[in-house]
């Protein structure tokens, strides 16, 4: 089955930095463009982040200048790099495939944020 796992949240003080891993497992993201979304509790689903299979970079207004997507082909991995965290940074973070020949979606892992 073709899989995204999400590793790295946790919980930090406000100022502090995460690193998010989102690897494939049963296929390859050589063709796929990856993005991160994130949902706070209580709160729809909010685009984070994208990265082409170019490597094009897009951000959402609020995490601009604070967060870096990138991708390591070898190892099907996309990573968030997300600095200068604040509270409402808190949520579950998941990435997810676009123009892709596969659908996929990874379960999320927590971040919070705390003041």
């Known amino acids: 089955q073709v899989q995204l796992v999400e590793s790295g949240g946790g919980s930090v003080q406000a100022g502090g930095s995460l690193r998010l891993s989102c690897t494939a497992h049963?296929?390859?993201?050589?063709?796929?463009?990856m993005a991160w979304d994130r949902q706070a509790a209580g709160k729809p689903r909010e685009w984070v982040s994208a990265i082409s299979t170019d490597g094009y970079t897009t951000y959402a207004g609020s995490v601009k200048g604070r967060f870096t997507i990138s991708k390591d082909k070898a190892k099907d991995t996309v990573y968030l790099q997300m600095n200068s965290l604040k509270p409402e940074d808190t949520g579950t973070y998941s990435c997810?495939?676009?123009?892709?020949?596969?659908?996929?979606w990874g379960q999320g892992t927590q971040v919070t944020v705390s003041s």
């Open positions: 049963g296929f390859t993201t050589n063709n796929c463009g």
């Open positions: 997810r495939t676009f123009n892709c020949p596969y659908a996929a």
